[in-house]
Each structure stands twice: as C-alpha cells, then as structure tokens.
C-alpha cells in the first residue's frame, strides 16, 4: 500500500499547504518530522516548523543530520508524516544516502505515510528535476529518489527562469515530460497517481509539462 506525496512549489509556514499535510495522515494524531537537510538545518527554519505545528493536532519533532547523527533512519521509518524543507536539493540527497534516509523515507511511504515539502521537498521524490543546486544557472538534477516517475519543476511562477528553462529542458528531451508548480501550488499524489492540485493563492496553479508545451491544471482553492 501506497502513501500520499504532497509536491509542493513554494510554502511558507503556517500554511494552509501544512494543513492538507495533516489531513493526509491515515491517524489521529500524525507523528510530524521536519527535515530541514537541504538548508544544513538551520536553527531558525526548525523553530518556524515547531511554532507553526506545536498547537496542531500532532507529534512535532525534527531530523538532525549534521554533527554526530544517531538512528537518523529509524527516527525517520518511525514517522506518520515527513516535512521537508526547501534548499540544495543535491547536497540533500547525498547525506540522506549516506545515512540510510533514502530508504526510509521509501518504508514510510510504501506503508501508507505521507511524504511532502516545498521546492527541494518536492523536487526529491520524483526521478529528476529543474535545480540549482550546483549554482545560480538553473540545471537538471539527474538523481532524484525516484518515488514519482517523470520530472518536476517547483516556484513556476516565483523564479523568471524556472519556466523557460524547464520547458526548454523537457522539449530537447533532457528531461522526461513532468510537472511544475507555482508558489503557493501543490500536487497532491497517492501512490504514484496525481489526485488533484490545491491552492493557497487564487491564481497559483500546476501544469503537466511535456515536450509539446504546457497544459494548466485545475486547482482546488483552499
């Protein structure tokens, strides 16, 4: 049994986007990790997510993955729900391998959990993605975790690159026909099926993306 994957092109704390995480939990009272790798687990981005999720119907908690780790991956596989931030989305899958983390974010997802997050936390589940994680010029992954079939592309309307690149990227063939996300937008998966796209935004919106051009998807507002 599949879980749920809630791509998300740009969050903000507190959003009705965190919400329809929750909402997406098989239990009562979820158990939440936030995994903040992409951005080296800055402080300040791991008190955001307890302030916006501590008075919430569940169990907050973090994954730490700099300085002397222990059991990362048995914390993980343990969770209902996994959060995770935006950032260098190649670094962050790097350390998740080395760690284990890869494999269980997959146990988590395989018995029926909820994996989701904002532009790298979207961009990691599916096979490959627009980046720019090895500099300011926007480029396709190549290793994503594979979760999702086909490519992603997240802040579709918040960076002025993001469009023409990924459009351009899919046409030549680099990257397989795929979906992008404005900000405040999200795909929302169960197994690997797209069940819908919801909004926090009026006018934010998802795309199917294919070497045709683009088609907008219906979104469902919040």
Not at 8 to 32: H, K, T
Not at 62 to 82: C, K, N, S, T, Y
Not at 162 to 191: C, I, N
Request: charged fraction near 20%; glycine fraction near 14%.
């Amino acid at each position: 049994m599949s879980g749920h994957i809630l791509a998300m092109g740009g969050g903000s704390a507190g959003s009705p986007l965190e919400g329809v995480l929750l909402d997406l939990a098989s239990v009562r009272r979820p158990r939440v990790c936030y995994v903040g790798t992409a951005s080296a687990h800055k402080p300040e981005h791991v008190e955001v997510f307890y302030d916006a999720f501590r008075t919430r119907a569940c169990v907050p908690t973090h994954l730490e993955l700099f300085g002397m780790p222990e059991d990362a991956a048995a914390h993980v596989a343990r969770q209902d729900v996994i959060y995770v931030g935006g950032g260098n989305t190649a670094n962050m899958l790097a350390i998740w391998r080395v760690h284990g983390v890869d494999a269980a974010l997959r146990e988590v997802w395989e018995r029926g959990g909820v994996l989701g997050g904002w532009s790298a936390g979207a961009n990691c589940w599916f096979e490959n993605s627009v980046t720019d994680s090895f500099g300011p010029a926007l480029r396709a992954l190549g290793d994503g975790l594979g979760l999702l079939p086909g490519s992603f592309c997240p802040h579709y309307d918040g960076e002025p690159e993001r469009r023409p690149t990924y459009t351009t990227l899919v046409r030549e063939g680099v990257l397989a026909p795929g979906y992008a996300a404005d900000d405040d937008a999200a795909f929302h998966f169960h197994g690997t099926e797209l069940v819908e796209v919801v909004s926090q935004r009026r006018g934010a919106r998802g795309y199917r993306v294919t070497a045709e051009g683009e088609a907008p998807l219906e979104a469902r507002l919040l």
